[in-house]
């Protein structure tokens, strides 16, 4: 698969992300969704230009199916709808690999408001994102809330 994409990059130009599911003839339509949403994940997840599969993605791709797991996560961060500017918080956290300093240099901020609105997510959310225990729940919550369709406002 990773071939496929390095070509496609070779045509289309870098960087390139590609979302990819092998199929038997007769299952391609469903290959083809898995792949669409391989490729979601990968971005929302801030993924690097590549090729991605299943097992690249697998507990954001399963975290993420609808039912009423993904019910309660989405509930969970629906605070983040009157304040945007902590979602662009929790998005950058995730992005910079949980380093407050690097997204407070890159939001413009003092490394003590990135940790005030992390508390904030935390007491209002009620999932901790600066917890390594609760990070999994914060931002798989965070992935359907993107798959459900939300999108961030910018700051």
């Known amino acids: 698969m990773l071939g496929t994409a390095e070509r496609l990059a070779g045509i289309l130009g870098p960087p390139l992300h590609a979302g990819a599911a092998a199929a038997a003839p007769d299952a391609v339509?469903?290959?083809?969704?898995?792949?669409?949403?391989?490729?979601?994940?990968?971005?929302?997840?801030?993924?690097p230009p590549g090729g991605y599969v299943l097992d690249d993605v697998l507990v954001a791709y399963q975290l993420t199916r609808p039912g009423p797991g993904r019910d309660l996560l989405l509930e969970r961060l629906r605070p983040l709808d009157d304040h945007p500017e902590w979602e662009a918080t929790l998005r950058a956290y995730l992005r910079h690999g949980f380093d407050r300093k690097a997204v407070a240099a890159q939001l413009h901020l003092?490394?003590?408001?990135?940790?005030?609105?992390?508390?904030?997510?935390?007491?209002?959310?009620?999932?901790?994102?600066?917890?390594?225990?609760?990070?999994?729940?914060?931002?798989?919550?965070?992935?359907?809330?993107?798959?459900?369709?939300?999108?961030?406002?910018?700051?």
Not at 113 to 119: A, S
Request: proline content about 9%; overall charge neutral.
């Open 110 to 155: 003092h490394p003590n408001t990135v940790d005030h609105r992390l508390g904030r997510i935390a007491r209002v959310c009620g999932v901790d994102p600066a917890n390594p225990a609760e990070r999994l729940t914060t931002f798989t919550a965070l992935y359907a809330r993107d798959r459900a369709g939300y999108r961030p406002q910018p700051e």
């Open 29 to 47: 339509p469903a290959a083809r969704a898995q792949s669409e949403e391989i490729l979601e994940i990968a971005l929302a997840t801030g993924q």
